[in-house]
């Protein structure tokens, strides 16, 4: 099982530490369009508009400044960095021995700046959204999706893909072909604060699980005793199952 998450906006920071080493981040092969990303993201932060150009409000001029200090910066394991409500309910630090190795397995979240990474990885802080059409590179989600392509079919498996982005990281990655049939929409009705927590419960529930299901079936009667379910077949062929979610 493959679980993509999608990055918060808010980061954690770390005053001292390591810094980054974009070798030991997950696919290495990522290393060049990574870099290329980081480059153009620091001349832009050091721009004028900067934060018109990344989407931002102009207070938040400490963490645009932070985006020039990438290879600088103390670096926080992802499942320390990322925070915020879907974070806050996934709570990597309530699980288990077990249920933690399967996190650091079946997690991974797909990021503006690093493309992809797993929650074991070691990353600088930074502010980026895969929404802005970075100058230097143009629009992310189309930059990344040729680099995905290339990466992400290998750490499938055979398993369920499980998606809990939102629709602008869909846009970087979409399962293709023969994996498009494992592939699973998790959708919250009402507010995004709530789809938010309840993606974060879902993802946590399904490492806490050994159960590894890989029929899109199968996922409802794992979820079903902590959530009301309800999936839908895919719309046409290429298109995901489609998986509501509410907390029971």
Not at 77 to 93: F, I, N
Not at 122 to 149: D, I, K, Q
Not at 164 to 188: G, L
Request: glycine share 6%.
């Amino acid at each position: 099982m493959l679980i993509l998450l999608p990055p918060s906006e808010s980061k954690a920071t770390r005053a001292r530490g390591l810094t980054l080493r974009p070798e030991s981040i997950f696919a290495p092969s990522l290393g060049a369009p990574r870099a290329r990303v980081a480059d153009a993201l620091a001349i832009t932060s050091e721009r004028p508009d900067a934060a018109s150009v990344l989407g931002v409000s102009a207070n938040l001029s400490q963490e645009i400044a932070r985006n020039t200090r990438l290879r600088s910066a103390a670096t926080l394991a992802a499942r320390d960095l990322y925070t915020g409500v879907l974070y806050d309910a996934l709570d990597l630090s309530s699980l288990d021995p077990a249920s933690s190795r399967r996190a650091n397995r079946r997690l991974l979240v797909v990021s503006a700046l690093y493309g992809a990474v797993r929650m074991s990885d070691r990353l600088s802080p930074y502010r980026l959204s895969m929404a802005v059409n970075l100058p230097g590179v143009g629009p992310l989600a189309t930059f990344w999706r040729p680099h995905l392509e290339s990466v992400l079919p290998g750490a499938v498996g055979q398993g369920l893909i499980v998606d809990c982005r939102s629709s602008t990281y869909v846009a970087a990655w979409m399962p293709q072909d023969e994996m498009a049939k494992r592939w699973v929409s998790v959708r919250v009705p009402g507010a995004t604060h709530m789809a938010k927590h309840t993606r974060g419960l879902v993802a946590q529930a399904l490492c806490r699980a050994a159960a590894d299901p890989r029929r899109a079936e199968a996922l409802v009667a794992l979820l079903a005793p902590d959530f009301d379910v309800e999936l839908h077949a895919p719309e046409r062929s290429g298109r995901p199952w489609v998986l509501d979610v509410q907390p029971a």
